[in-house]
Structure formats: structure tokens, C-alpha cells
């Protein structure tokens, strides 16, 4: 029998993919092919054709240098991005893309770097960076675990929402309001790297529930006996990895 696809999209893994973050794309295609589905990656830079169709994306972080090499292509992609964001795609973005889907970035040099305005948020570089483990607590998913690098420090427009509050570790959007990251609609944005989903399942169970619901109007595992057990597996070595963090 065919599996259903899911077309998943890696938003500019040649400049914006540090501390870990392809294994965000590792973990979203693993469970997917866990839970039955059949993950087609498009990995998206600058000057790509625009895949024909997507279900989730995924961004990751970079450094200063790498922002400003897409720029010019994410404000090429921005009316595309906004309208699928409107339209309830479900979307990751870390670090320097949760910057740069906010409305700008002027980084410690004192450059500024637009972005495409999908949240309201702005960030502005600073001197000290904000590096080390990040653990902080979020409505939505529970506590969610994972490492922080950043010079730049985000804020958030009235009423925009973060992703989680920090109460335990770490600096998160500014190290001020103890807020990090954002949220709107099915995108999220933030600071966590880490890999973030491979230590966090419900984030992405989250992303593949909304990215198949939207698209087969249903999310539906169709499993075998040993791919259920895989995702135990998984789930349970996140568990560890969960444990340590907390301790
Ligand atoms: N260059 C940005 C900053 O330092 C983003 C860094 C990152 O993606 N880790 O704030």
C-alpha cells in the first residue's frame, strides 16, 4: 500500500543550520516514517525553485554572516511564506530564522537585517551572548529542553505570545521578561537548539499531527508492530535525555 506522503522543507540548510539543528529533520522524518507517512525533504536555498508543494517547515539558526547571505532570498519567498503561515502551516524556526521571521535583526555591528514580519517580535544585538542549556515551560507542551546561543536579544510586541516561559535555566528571548521564543498560529519560533525536537517528541508529534490533519484532513499512524515499538524506543530515550536536563 502507498504511504501517504508529508513534503517537509528545510528552510536554507546551507547558511542557517548550527548546533544541531538538522536533527530537527532527522527526528520530523524518522517519526513520520515511524507513524506510517513517507517524508519527502526539499531542502530550500537561496535561488531553489520553490518545492510544488508544502506541509511543514523547518529553519534553523546561523551565524550573523549566514543571515545576511539570505536575506535577499527569504524577502524574495516572504509573501509565499506569510500566506502559508496565515494559512495554518505548520512551521519551526530557530534561532536566527525565529530573528529573521520576526521584523528585523540589527546585529551587534550595528547592521540591520529586515525580516518578513510573521511575528511580532525585534531583536537587537548585544555584546554578552547568551550560551548554555535552556530549560523553560510552555502551556502547549509542557517543559521543553534545549541550548541556547545568541548574541542578539528578542522582544515582543504586546500581545504576541512567547513559546514558554524560562523559570529554571537559561536567558531565553532578552534575559528581561523571562519569555522565549513566539508563537503564532501553528509557527513557532525560538531560541532552542539542541537538536530541540529530538528531546522534545510532543513539539514534534505536534508539527506531523497538524502537517497530516491539514493535509489528509486526518492524522492517521498507520503502524506496524516494530515501528510502534521504535517510537517507544525514541520516546524513551527522550525521556532520558528529559531527566538529565532536569536534574
Ligand atoms: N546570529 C544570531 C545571533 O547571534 C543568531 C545565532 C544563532 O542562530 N544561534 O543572535
Known amino acids: 500500500m502507498e504511504h501517504p506522503v508529508i513534503d ?34 526539499h531542502a530550500y536555498n537561496q535561488g531553489d525553485a ?9 529553519g534553523g539558526g546561523g551565524q550573523d554572516t549566514g543571515q545576511g ?15 502559508l503561515a496565515a494559512e495554518g502551516t505548520p512551521m519551526l524556526t530557530i534561532c536566527g530564522l525565529y530573528q529573521l521571521f520576526g521584523e528585523y535583526f540589527e546585529t551587534v555591528a550595528g547592521e540591520r537585517i529586515e525580516g518578513i514580519g510573521i511575528f511580532g517580535v525585534y531583536t537587537q544585538g548585544h555584546d ?3 550560551i548554555g542549556n535552556l530549560v523553560e515551560h510552555s502551556d502547549r507542551f509542557g517543559d521543553i529542553i534545549g541550548y541556547e546561543n545568541h548574541s542578539g536579544q528578542t522582544f515582543l510586541r ?20 523571562h519569555t522565549e521564543g513566539a508563537q503564532v498560529g501553528n509557527v513557532i519560533g525560538t531560541y532552542m537548539h539542541g ?5 522534545n517528541p510532543r513539539i514534534a508529534d505536534h508539527l506531523i499531527r497538524t502537517a497530516a490533519t491539514r493535509r489528509y484532513g486526518e ?28 536534574s
Do not use: C
Open 195 to 199: 537538536s530541540l525536537l529530538p528531546k
Open 128 to 130: 554578552v551572548r547568551m
Open 69 to 83: 547571505r539570505i536575506a535577499e532570498d527569504l524577502f524574495l519567498r516572504a509573501d509565499t511564506l506569510r500566506k
Open 158 to 177: 504586546d500581545g504576541v505570545r512567547p513559546l514558554g516561559v524560562v523559570d529554571r535555566e537559561g536567558t531565553g528571548n532578552n534575559g528581561k521578561d
Open 50 to 58: 520553490w518545492p510544488d508543494h508544502v506541509d511543514l517547515i523547518l
Open 8 to 41: 517537509v522543507v528545510s528552510l536554507y540548510p546551507h547558511d542557517m543550520n548550527i548546533y544541531g539543528d538538522w536533527g530537527n529533520v532527522l527526528t520530523v522524518t524518522r517519526r513520520l516514517s515511524l507513524y506510517g507517512y513517507t517524508p519527502r525533504v
Open 219 to 246: 492524522f492517521h499512524p498507520d503502524q506496524t508492530e516494530e515501528q510502534r515499538t521504535a517510537l517507544e524506543r525514541l520516546d524513551a530515550i527522550a525521556e532520558q535525555a528529559r531527566e538529565v536536563a532536569a
